[in-house]
């Protein structure tokens, strides 16, 4: 367990803004003040989780998993008819697809006027690859239930088209999503102890490395040949692919140059244009995270300087600045349509925490 602190207040500060975001039934807000993320997330909420043990804030952490737990719970019927379908060679319904948030009191969100797309698979692998950092591969009884819903659900729905990190490209599988599920999988196997999930995480893996690859680093998807930062993950923290082997290196290389701001932030991918498609706080730390932990000590350094210059009022950490935009028009046009854009955003805070503390146990 890493628990070298660097600066106090920093940590500290961020776990005020978490902690003012997590609901009495345990789900962390993504965002309190911006209009579309009042919900939780499984994706932000994982990372959140991770942060929080990394913080030694662990009664926190275990009020988010246990949110999950039961949310799960209430699931199980859906996940069932699921299984079904993919059983039997069908499609599983939209409505049975379980969804990438739900309101703070753990129930599905109602109907909107913009129905949200809400079929994405990541969440529930972070979410059991938090679980297992969170336990340490010693599942209490009441979890059993819950975490083989979550890998059965993986398993039988990997090769499924779904909706991405940043929910989009619904109609194709996306290499980060997978990362996320295959260390989802091998998280199950150590908490459940059935080496059974090692197999299905195998297979993941295994397409990773023939469909997803172009010109000699990870890409997207099999159908984009563009770099992602969400693939940082693959190695930080999923260890689904070492931060040694060389085509991770080269993907890492390609995020810092193709996606770095001319400020040094960095860009989810090239051609976003979501609120002008500017870079990230969590993905700038996410890069200084990977960095930290495979000894690239200017690297992390330079991401927490950049970082602590943008924070905004309160020390509060934003989703995206706004002034390098890759489409300057588009700042505009989100910001009439849903209003300024999230700040703080508690994953952002999560990252720059990961960032300073280096995670709960080593992954790559
Ligand atoms: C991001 C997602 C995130 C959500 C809530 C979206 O705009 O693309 O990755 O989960 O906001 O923070």
């Not at 500290?12 to 345990?26: E, T």
């Not at 591969?137 to 890998?151: D, I, M, N, Q, Y």
């Not at 998807?221 to 070492?242: K, N, Q």
């Not at 700040?343 to 709960?360: F, Q, T, Y």
Request: aromatic share 10%.
């Amino acid at each position: 367990m890493t628990t070298t602190t660097q600066t106090p207040d920093l940590v500290a500060d961020s776990v005020r803004v978490i902690l003012d975001g997590q609901a009495a039934s345990g789900a962390y807000v993504a965002s309190p003040n911006f209009s579309q993320y009042r919900f939780g997330w499984l994706r932000d909420g994982a990372f959140v989780a991770l942060a929080m043990d990394a913080a030694d804030r662990h009664d926190s952490a275990r009020a988010f998993h246990e949110w999950v737990r039961r949310v799960l719970e209430t699931q199980s019927g859906r996940i069932e008819r699921v299984l079904e379908a993919v059983t039997a060679g069908r499609e599983p319904a939209p409505e049975d697809r379980l969804p990438t948030r739900y309101t703070l009191d753990g129930a599905e969100e109602p109907e909107a006027d913009e129905a949200w797309p809400n079929f994405q698979l990541d969440g529930y692998g972070t979410w059991l690859f938090a679980l297992n950092a969170h336990l340490n591969g010693a599942l209490p009884p009441e979890f059993e239930p819950s975490v083989r819903s979550a890998a059965r659900y993986i398993a039988a729905t990997w090769r499924l088209p779904c909706y991405d990190y940043w929910e989009e490209f619904g109609d194709r599988v996306h290499t980060s999503t997978l990362a996320a599920l295959a260390a989802g999988l091998r998280s199950a196997a150590e908490l459940l102890a059935e080496n059974e999930w090692l197999d299905a995480a195998d297979d993941i893996v295994a397409f990773i490395r023939s469909e997803c690859v172009a010109d000699g680093s990870f890409v997207k998807g099999p159908e984009d040949a563009r770099v992602d930062a969400s693939l940082v993950s693959l190695a930080t923290p999923f260890g689904v692919i070492p931060s040694t082997d060389p085509v991770m290196a080269a993907t890492i290389e390609r995020i810092r140059t193709e996606l770095s701001s001319p400020s040094g932030g960095i860009r989810r991918y090239l051609g976003d244009s979501y609120f002008g498609g500017n870079p990230w706080l969590l993905l700038t730390a996410w890069l200084g995270w990977h960095d930290r932990l495979t000894g690239n000590a200017a690297g992390a350094q330079r991401a927490r300087e950049w970082v602590l210059a943008h924070r905004s009022e309160g020390n509060n950490l934003a989703e995206q600045i706004l002034d390098e935009p890759q489409v300057p028009e588009a700042v505009a046009e989100w910001t009439e349509r849903w209003g300024p854009v999230a700040d703080p955003l508690l994953w952002s805070h999560a990252k720059l925490i990961l960032l300073e503390r280096g995670g709960v146990r080593t992954w790559s």
